[in-house]
């Protein structure tokens, strides 16, 4: 388009030009043909700076238009072939139901869409379906609208719609720290979610937010005390006062797999919006989750772990009785990680004056919504007080669903190519690659040789684990760890020349980690671990830091128990090492006494450093995303992260980076992503530096294949079960008193006589 208008400009100024010289040609003694001839030359100017301005316009806003990226559509994905399948069913797995202000209607989540039916049951109306998985569906307080959690917008939100399911649209717009299970206030103007945070682990943990319900950014109610220690299922009183949730309050101030329901795990807590707040309410042996207060605020139905079952109790906020209502409720999931809720959310129908004691609650249990009607007068007598009913449902589903992406995968291969490639260290000439796998050490001729393994002749440690691989500054040396169950860890010295290995004292149980050369290659500096589950006692009464001169027998001193992964600075005068942990990540040193600490650097969610041999520049990982940026001497802390803009930072990992190590010149960031070995030019990623390109070339896709084939074990002897009880793949076929004969590596079945 722009070349056709150029063209056009180019005919048009030639034209007038022409015209202008011809006007000069006949009025050349004229001083009105002169006048007339530079008004004319005037205009023609005008006009040719309009049209080039108009073509610019133009052609830049083509330009915009083909760079804009059409956003994703969550609902309506481009290139995957969806199919649609329709059915319908009578039960549901998980479903959040949801009772209306005047009880007439009843909404609830089913296989991620949003279904509504009368109170007493009956054909279910679609009211938002679609890919994106939309549940926990919440009446507003006059029964207009529904607050749900979406994913429509990418990532889990809170949405608001009409109650006829029209009209949706998203209320909170986090895209990391997302949203679920949102109530609202009884003033139907502001709403409560929980909001999920992750930091070291990918488990996470949740907190209290308020947000209106036009949008923003939201307001801090309750604070996480840790970020892994979950908290979760929001109820609001009646008077707006008081917000009740769940937390995990199981001793040792993190998540644990092994946790006991039987003691207490989970407790109900409320937030007081007018003093700011939070007291427990109501816990104990089997914990209590999922809180729900009644239309009155008189009771508070919640879930506890009685034995093996899952009973629904009522605790009467006046008096703090307990009351178990219904144990006929799934299994809560109280011992397990739970974004969206410990159970799935239920709901009080209304409660009149004139119903008395009389209450009901609408809950999923057994795959069907059961009403549960409650005397609570009588209960309190330790009368039978409780009536269930099955209020029913069919729904006519419709979806889409697409093939499942599948990949062939033989049962067994004698060889496979390592992926899990570990403790990258390049030679300071560029010419060998070291690294682990597989619990080996091995060495690759750069750029495309085979991978060699490297072991020790001593006896105790020829088959031991060997890692964490470091050269000397003039590559003649190598150090790393060895581990052997019964002998314990050493540091090995190998001379790279004639391949020799030395083990370094002392010996014993202690586990050395990370050895790394001062500059001159005479010293090391190492991190000796504590103890574990794993690996046993610690062998020391003093894990940290320690150097110690690069040669058999030489005495380690300590230097200090904080931090790991140390280094040299390039004088050796000083210790480098990572510190911090959770969102307070740092980069500090220390002097060869463990004294005159100084922080350096500091960042959320860097989880390596790697400083340049010069301490010139910084490569570091964000979120497992690798950059590097310039070092300047502020003697301050400098924050880094992903968008760090205070100082010249570069993206030098298109997908993500491990191992950051550089060249021995620091010319080059070298890093691992599984098999892929990348070198990165400093030079293609910062224009300010003699060389550099205008403008900075795409980051590699792909890297050099580190190309280790590994034999798969096979095992050799032949395993007999008998008497066996054998469900097969055959369909419903189960073998009793079967026998399965293991040899080698596959398996054959026998029937019983």
């Not at 208008?5 to 004229?30: A, D, E, K, M, P």
């Not at 937010?209 to 923003?216: K, N, Q």
């Not at 003691?263 to 109900?268: E, G, H, K, L, N």
């Not at 508070?300 to 605790?315: C, E, I, Y």
Request: hydrophobic content about 35%.
């Amino acid at each position: 388009m722009f070349k056709v208008i150029g063209t056009n400009v180019c005919n048009i100024f030639c034209l007038t030009l022409l015209s202008s010289i011809t006007v000069c040609t006949r009025v050349l003694f004229s001083t009105f043909g002169l006048l007339k001839y530079l008004f004319t030359l005037l205009v023609s100017i005008f006009m040719l700076t309009r049209f080039i301005a108009v073509g610019l316009l133009l052609s830049g806003s083509l330009l915009l238009t083909a760079q804009e990226k059409k956003k994703w559509d969550v609902n309506n994905p481009e290139g995957i072939p969806y199919q649609e399948f329709a059915f319908s069913v009578t039960e549901g797995t998980w479903l959040n139901v949801d009772v209306s202000p005047d009880g007439s209607i009843i909404a609830f989540d089913l296989l991620g869409d949003i279904y509504t039916i009368p109170a007493k049951g009956g054909t279910a109306t679609c009211i938002r379906s679609g890919i994106a998985w939309e549940v926990q569906p919440r009446f507003s307080p006059d029964g207009s609208k529904i607050l749900f959690t979406s994913d429509a917008g990418g990532g889990d939100n809170i949405w608001v719609m009409d109650a006829s399911g029209e009209n949706a649209r998203q209320v909170t717009k986090e895209n990391f720290r997302l949203l679920n299970n949102a109530v609202w206030l009884p003033d139907g103007e502001y709403i409560v979610a929980r909001k999920h945070f992750t930091s070291g682990r990918s488990l996470g943990a949740g907190e209290m937010w308020l947000y209106h319900i036009s949008g923003g950014d939201g307001l801090q109610l309750t604070k996480r005390k840790n970020d892994q220690q979950d908290v979760n299922e929001p109820s609001v009183s009646p008077d707006g006062r008081y917000v009740y949730f769940s937390e995990d309050m199981y001793p040792g101030g993190f998540f644990q797999y092994n946790k006991n329901a039987m003691a207490q795990i989970s407790v109900v807590q409320r937030y007081d919006r007018q003093e700011g707040k939070v007291e427990m309410v109501t816990g104990g042996s089997g914990g209590a989750a999922r809180p729900q207060i009644s239309p009155d605020g008189k009771w508070l139905a919640f879930v506890r772990r009685v034995d093996t079952k899952s009973v629904l109790f009522l605790h009467e906020l006046g008096t703090g009785f307990e009351y178990p209502v219904f144990d006929g409720l799934d299994k809560d999931q109280q011992e397990a990680w739970t974004v969206f809720g410990v159970y799935p959310g239920f709901s009080w129908f209304p409660h009149a004056e004139k119903q008395g004691s009389n209450y009901s609650i609408a809950i999923w249990a057994g795959g069907k919504i059961n009403r549960l009607d409650v005397d609570l007068g009588k209960i309190a007598e330790g009368k039978p007080s409780l009536k269930v009913a099955d209020i029913p449902f069919q729904c006519d589903v419709k979806t889409k669903l697409a093939e499942t992406l599948r990949f062939e995968n033989k049962v067994f291969e004698p060889e496979f190519t390592a992926k899990a490639i570990r403790g990258a260290a390049t030679s300071p000439d560029g010419k060998s690659l070291a690294f682990c796998a597989a619990g080996r050490l091995y060495l690759k001729p750069l750029p495309d040789g085979t991978p060699i393994e490297l072991s020790l002749s001593d006896p105790v440690f020829k088959n031991a684990i060997a890692a964490e691989p470091a050269f000397s500054t003039d590559g003649a040396q190598m150090v790393y760890v060895v581990w052997d169950d019964d002998a314990g860890s050493r540091m090995v010295l190998r001379n790279m020349a004639t391949g020799s290995g030395v083990l370094l004292e002392p010996a014993g149980r202690v586990m050395y980690r990370t050895p790394q050369f001062s500059a001159d290659g005479k010293s090391l500096v190492f991190r000796v671990d504590d103890g574990d589950d794993e690996f046993g006692p610690a062998g020391t009464e003093k894990p940290g830091i320690y150097i110690s001169d690069a040669r058999k027998g030489a005495k380690a001193n300590f230097v200090t128990a904080e931090g790991q992964y140390p280094s040299f600075s390039p004088d050796g005068k000083r210790i480098y090492l990572s510190s911090g942990g959770g969102g307070n990540k740092l980069f500090i040193s220390v002097d060869l006494n463990g004294l005159d600490r100084r922080e350096h650097f500091k960042s959320k969610y860097t989880t390596q450093w790697a400083l340049s041999h010069d301490g010139k520049w910084m490569a570091y990982t964000d979120l497992f995303k690798a950059y590097v940026c310039a070092v300047p001497q502020t003697g301050q802390a400098l924050d880094l992260g992903a968008d760090t803009k205070s100082i010249p930072v570069s993206k030098v990992a298109s997908d993500a980076g491990y191992y950051l190590h550089w060249s021995g010149d620091d010319t080059q960031l070298h890093y691992t992503l599984g098999d892929d070995y990348y070198s990165i030019d400093l030079q293609q990623r910062f224009t300010f530096l003699p060389g550099a390109p205008d403008s900075l070339p795409d980051l590699p896709k792909n890297g050099q294949k580190i190309g280790l084939m590994l034999k798969a074990d096979q095992p050799q002897q032949t395993v007999v079960f008998k008497n066996a009880r054998i469900i097969t793949c055959e369909g419903d076929e189960v073998i009793e008193n079967g026998t399965i004969e293991v040899t080698g590596n596959k398996i054959k079945l026998g029937r019983a006589q």
